[in-house]
């Protein structure tokens, strides 16, 4: 019996992790760097941003 309840929080955690990684997905889905702030890919697009007048760069949060 208690093999099932073990199963059940395993499974639940499984599909529980898997929607938040759906709902991230879709989240930072316009999101140029992709919902990091640390990247390569930010700092050029800092820099790109700053060249141009603009003081943030689009995917800063």
Request: with cysteine; proline share 3%; net charge positive.
């Amino acid at each position: 019996m208690w093999q099932y309840i073990v199963l059940s929080v395993v499974l639940a955690l499984a599909i529980g992790y898997i929607c938040y990684r759906i709902w991230l997905s879709f989240k930072v889905a316009n999101d140029p760097c992709g919902g990091c702030r640390g990247c390569a890919i930010h700092d050029q697009l800092k820099k790109q941003r700053q060249l141009k007048g603009r003081k943030k760069p689009a995917c800063y949060k």
